[in-house]
C-alpha cells in the first residue's frame, strides 16, 4: 500500500528510522549499541539524569501512584499539578500558568482557544510546526512573515483589519539558534492592538540570568505576550505550559481542546518539573557551563570554516545543504563516536539540510574537544 511512497522517500533521503539511546540522557550515551558523544539532546543543564531530579519523581510515585486517571477537568487535578502550575507562575513571573502534555499541545491548545475566523495570526517563518499546524487549525488568516524581520511583520500588521491579531514566534528558533527580536516585535503591540505568543520552548531555563527565558535575557515586560515554554528539554522531564494572565488560563481551561481531552500528566513528573526549576533558579553555574561550552564549540567549527548559520546559542546548526548528505555525515560521525542527528525537510526547507549540534552544560572539554575533531575530518 505504500511501497512507491516508502521508495520515493527513501531515494531523496528523506525516510526516517529511529535510533536506539541506551541507558540515560547524558553527555555520551550507547547509540544503537556504540558509545558516543551526545550532541543532539535537548537537555541542555543535564537535569534530566539528576539525582535530585530523580528521586522527587520516585517520591511523588509512593505519595501518588503513577497515572492521574483522568483529564484535569474530570478526577485527573491532583495535588503535584497545582503545586507545578504556582511554580511555573513563580519562575516566570505570570498571573497564572497551565501545563499541557506537550509543547505541541500547548501551541495549538493556545492558538485554536484564542484565535478563531475573524483573527489574524503573524508568524515568523521558521517557526516551529506546532505554531504553523497551530494557525492552520485555528481557521484564522494566516500571515507568515520573512525570519526575524520586523519591518514586514508591522507592514501585514499595518494591513490587518482582523477582529484579534496574534503575532507568534520561537524564542530561540529550534533548527537555527538565533533569537527572535521580541524587544522590535513588542514595541509593535499596542500600535496594532495585538498580542504577542512566544514560544520558549529552547529558552526555558537556558536564557536570562535566572534562566526564566528570552523576556527576561532581553529586558522586556508587557501585558499582552503569553509565553509558551516546555519542560523536557532545560528542564530535563516533560510536559509544557502557557504562562500569562489569569483571563488568559481561564479561557484555555473552557476552550482549549488538547487541554480538555487530554488525560493529565503523570504526578512523578510534576514532581521532577518543580525540582528542576528549583535547581535552575538557584544554581546559575549550569548556564554559565553551557555557554562557555556553547562559545568553545562555535568557535571550534567557524576555525574550520564551517557556517553556523548566525546561531547565538546552544543550537548550533552546521550547513550542509542536501538531506542524503547530511545522513550520510551524520552517520560517518557515528562511527567516529559522535552522535549528531542530520536535519532536513519539511523540517528545514529544501536544499538546507544541516547537522543540528546542541551543546550542554553536562559535556566535558574533552568531549567537545574530540567532537570537534571528528567533525573536521569528516567534513573533509
Not at 521508495?7 to 555520551?28: C, D, F, I
Not at 519591518?151 to 514566534?169: F, M, Q
Not at 535552575?280 to 576555525?303: C, D, H, S, V, Y
Request: glycine share 8%; proline share 4%; with cysteine.
Amino acid at each position: 500500500m505504500f511501497t512507491e511512497e516508502l521508495s520515493r522517500l527513501t531515494k531523496a533521503g528523506l525516510r526516517r528510522s529511529l535510533r536506539l539511546v541506551e541507558g540515560p540522557q547524558g553527555p555520551r550515551a550507547t547509540i544503537d549499541g556504540k558509545e558516543a558523544i551526545l550532541l543532539c539532546s535537548n537537555d541542555y543543564l543535564g537535569l534530566a539524569n539528576h539525582p535530585l531530579v530523580k528521586q522527587a519523581a520516585i517520591e511523588a510515585i509512593d505519595a501518588w501512584g503513577v497515572g492521574a486517571g483522568a483529564s484535569r477537568l474530570i478526577s485527573g487535578n491532583m495535588t503535584a499539578h497545582a503545586r507545578l502550575e504556582e511554580s511555573i507562575r513563580r519562575f516566570k513571573g505570570t498571573e497564572a500558568a497551565l501545563i499541557f502534555n506537550s509543547g505541541y499541545h500547548a501551541n495549538v491548545g493556545c492558538i485554536t482557544a484564542i484565535c478563531s475566523r475573524d483573527s489574524e495570526v503573524f508568524s515568523d517563518r521558521l517557526n516551529h510546526a506546532s505554531i504553523v499546524d497551530a494557525c492552520l487549525l485555528s481557521r484564522a488568516a494566516f500571515r507568515r512573515y520573512p525570519h526575524r524581520d520586523v519591518d514586514s511583520l508591522e507592514r501585514l500588521l499595518k494591513k490587518s483589519r482582523a477582529k484579534r491579531k496574534l503575532v507568534a514566534t520561537d524564542g530561540i528558533f529550534s533548527m537555527d539558534g538565533d533569537i527572535a527580536p521580541i524587544r522590535e516585535i513588542a514595541g509593535l503591540l499596542d500600535r496594532y492592538d495585538a498580542m504577542l505568543l512566544i514560544d520558549d520552548a529552547h529558552s526555558t531555563g537556558v536564557l536570562g540570568d535566572r534562566g526564566r527565558g528570552t523576556l527576561e535575557h532581553l529586558g522586556v515586560s508587557h501585558p499582552s505576550i503569553i509565553q509558551m515554554g516546555t519542560l523536557g528539554k532545560a528542564v530535563g522531564a516533560f510536559g509544557a505550559f502557557i504562562a500569562g494572565s489569569v483571563e488568559l488560563i481561564d479561557i484555555l481551561k473552557s476552550k482549549s481542546r488538547p487541554f480538555i481531552y487530554t488525560t493529565a500528566l503523570p504526578p512523578s513528573i510534576c514532581a521532577a518539573s518543580i525540582k528542576a526549576l528549583e535547581i535552575i533558579e538557584q544554581e546559575p553555574g549550569l548556564r554559565m557551563r553551557l555557554w562557555e561550552n556553547t562559545a568553545f564549540f562555535r568557535e571550534g567549527l567557524l576555525k574550520a570554516s564551517l557556517d553556523t548559520l548566525g546561531s547565538q546559542t546552544q543550537i548550533i546548526p552546521i550547513a550542509v545543504g542536501q538531506a542524503q548528505r547530511a545522513m550520510e555525515l551524520s552517520s560517518r560521525l557515528l562511527e567516529k563516536g559522535v552522535f549528531i542527528q542530520g536535519i532536513r525537510p519539511p523540517t528545514v526547507p529544501e536544499g538546507t539540510s544541516r547537522l543540528r549540534v546542541s551543546v550542554t552544560a553536562a559535556h566535558s572539554r574533552e568531549d567537545l574537544t574530540s567532537a570537534l575533531s571528528a567533525i573536521r575530518e569528516v567534513f573533509q
